[in-house]
């Protein structure tokens, strides 16, 4: 019987020395299997979520509205950003500008005569006074122009009348009006006048030899008097008592005078 006894003790302590054993194996498995489990974790990827139905449909694009289909306005500059860059400030000296001479009297007289030229002071300063006195005008009569020029300037009398009017009636350009005056006044026919007119410097022309008119004694009685031999300042028939004359004399006077 102890013999018997001895063997299950044996037996026994054998048994439990296999469930220690066998438990500390489990706890070395227990803690290997954490461990995996955790690693097991942080190796798998995140499944994606399920997309939703609403999410699988394409979405529909917005209608866009009138304010939306309006082009965006510029934004309007600032005034700052519209001014220009201010330029830098130059030193002294070179912001003075450079001071002009100052002119002498007969330099300041030469530009005024300069300013104040007429076309005919051009023409005498170009031409010689032999192609000023032997002017000539092609197909024109010059002593007949010359006799229409005086008999005009003879009805204004001391008055005279601007070139420019007279060449208008003339029908003649400024540059042969020009060369006209210059001429009539070397022949002593005219003399010019210069004068400011409308802000432009001309010549006024007055007539200084009046022209030889026999107008003035075409009707008198003494041309064709029959007792012409006769007549004399003492004698019987005078000047002085003469009736003809006399009556050409108050028939002239009655006559209307030309206007100016």
Do not use: H
């Amino acid at each position: 019987m102890a013999k018997k006894k001895n063997a299950l003790i044996e037996e026994a302590a054998k048994i439990k020395a296999e469930i220690d054993d066998l438990k500390k194996k489990t706890k070395i498995l227990d803690t290997k299997s954490t461990k995996t489990k955790k690693t097991k974790k942080a190796e798998k990827p995140t499944k994606a979520k399920k997309t939703t139905k609403k999410a699988e449909k394409p979405t529909k694009p917005k209608k866009t509205t009138k304010k939306a289909e309006k082009p965006t306005k510029p934004k309007k500059t600032t005034k700052k950003a519209e001014e220009k860059p201010k330029p830098k400030k130059t030193t002294k000296k070179a912001e003075k500008p450079p001071k002009p001479k100052k002119l002498t009297k007969k330099e300041l007289a030469e530009i005024k005569r300069e300013e104040e030229k007429t076309l005919e002071e051009e023409l005498e300063e170009q031409l010689t006074d032999n192609e000023i006195e032997n002017f000539q005008i092609e197909k024109v009569d010059m002593e007949r122009l010359t006799a229409r020029v005086c008999d005009i300037l003879a009805e204004k009398e001391s008055d005279g009348m601007f070139q420019g009017d007279l060449w208008k009636k003339l029908k003649l350009t400024s540059q042969v009006g020009s060369r006209l005056a210059l001429k009539l006044e070397r022949m002593g026919t005219i003399y010019r006048e210069k004068l400011l007119e409308k802000g432009r410097w001309t010549y006024k022309l007055i007539l200084k030899k009046t022209p030889i008119s026999t107008q003035s004694i075409e009707n008198a009685p003494c041309l064709v008097c029959p007792v012409e031999q006769k007549c004399s300042i003492d004698g019987e028939i005078s000047p002085r008592t003469c009736q003809l004359i006399e009556d050409w004399v108050i028939a002239e006077m009655k006559k209307p005078t030309k206007a100016k």
